[in-house]
């Protein structure tokens, strides 16, 4: 079935260093993505979404890129800190749905 | 604070033994979900609701049952649970599907031996 993917489980990162973590999307017809971050014991946080009519957007310390062409979607965590080691997840929805799909996770150490 | 709230945190329970798992948002949130989280898998949904006495199945529906009597509460129930429904259980609400980020809750682990 469609889903949403992630091209590695695992990303160590030195401290100071810039993390990109990538994601591969399967339906065209996805219009909106969103990055989640979720420390150990805990419920996944927002860090930052796209819509599908952009393909960049910045936060604080991170960007989320977006490619149409290869469906695919990175985020990009500038100067990482041991604060941003967790398992980030990218998540798809088409057309307003009642469902988010997520894809697997990458885990990110940032190492000292 | 703006939270969702689930309990328990934990649980381990026997199987056949029916149990609930509660949730609460504080956002005036119309739309509520479960997903439960399994290694190489991600988040799942099991259950969502638009609203009061609005629910209908995600992609992992079976053996659960959900209600939503009222517009905050939004509790996840297992009839029987089973041991292949042992996992990391979330419930997560939104102010609107698809155009806002979903809140998720602290999760609730549980264990069907």
């Known amino acids: 079935g469609e889903s949403v993917g992630l091209h590695l489980p695992t990303l160590s990162v030195q401290e100071g260093d810039n993390s990109i973590i990538n994601c591969a999307y399967s339906?065209?017809?996805?219009?909106?993505f969103i990055w989640y971050k979720q420390e150990s014991g805990k419920g996944p946080q927002f860090i930052i979404d796209i819509r599908s009519n952009m393909d960049k957007r910045q936060g604080q310390r991170v960007t989320v890129l977006l490619n149409k062409t290869v469906k695919h979607l990175s985020l990009q965590i500038a100067a990482t800190q041991p604060g941003d080691s967790a398992v980030y997840f990218c998540a798809e929805n088409r057309n307003y749905g009642q469902n988010f799909v997520f894809g697997p996770g990458t885990r990110l150490s940032v190492l000292p | 604070e703006a939270q969702v709230t689930q309990n328990p945190r934990y649980l381990i329970t026997v199987t056949g033994k029916k149990l609930t798992v509660t949730c609460s948002q504080n956002m005036n949130h119309e739309y509520m979900s479960w997903y439960r989280q399994d290694p190489g898998l991600g988040l799942r949904q099991i259950y969502y609701?638009?609203?009061?006495?609005?629910?209908d199945k995600g992609d992992v529906p079976e053996g659960y049952k959900v209600s939503r009597k009222e517009k905050r509460n939004f509790p996840l129930i297992l009839e029987s649970p089973s041991p292949n429904q042992t996992s990391l259980y979330f419930c997560?609400?939104?102010?609107?599907?698809?155009?806002?980020?979903?809140?998720f809750g602290q999760g609730t682990r549980l264990t069907v031996v």
């Open positions: 997560a609400s939104s102010l609107s599907p698809g155009v806002t980020e979903a809140f």
């Open positions: 339906n065209s017809a996805s219009d909106y």
């Open positions: 609701s638009m609203n009061v006495e609005v629910t």
